[in-house]
Nanobody, 125 residues
Framework: QLQLVESGGGLVQPGGSLRLACTAS????????IAWFREAPGKEREGVSC????????NYRNPVKGRFTFSRDTNKRTVYLQMHSLKPEDTAVYYC??????????????????WGRGTQVTVSS
């Protein structure tokens, strides 16, 4: 069964950048719709960005548009979330999630079958 492992989180100052990675433990991710979610303290988990496996649909939530970029590695085992101009309100645990079914990616949590354990991102001076 597909297992996902996130990495790349850490402490960064406001205005800084981080690149998160989500890697498949085995196999590749090219047949999966992938999403990044985040959960801040005291808040519900929310979708941040998602990308459809057919390559024609990448979505971003408004708070991160223009600052975050989703990409897929050519090795097909890793996807990335490049984050620029980070703000304190971006502080959260970031999770990647995968779904290999038909259709396009979604920000609905229940759509995804596989989840990573998360990586902490802290934006603070």
């Amino acid at each position: 069964q597909l297992q996902l492992v996130e990495s790349g989180g850490g402490l960064v100052q406001p205005g800084g950048s981080l690149r998160l990675a989500c890697t498949a433990s085995e196999g590749t991710l090219d047949n999966y719709n992938i999403a990044w979610f985040r959960e801040a303290p005291g808040k519900e988990r929310e979708g941040v960005s998602c990308d459809s496996k057919n390559g024609d649909n990448t979505n971003y939530r408004n708070p991160v548009k223009g600052r975050f970029t989703f990409s897929r590695d050519t090795n097909k085992r890793t996807v990335y979330l490049q984050m620029h101009s980070l703000k304190p309100e971006d502080t959260a645990v970031y999770y990647c999630a995968a779904n290999g079914d038909f259709g396009r990616c979604s920000f609905f949590e229940g759509y995804y079958h596989q989840w990573g354990r998360g990586t902490q991102v802290t934006v603070s001076s």
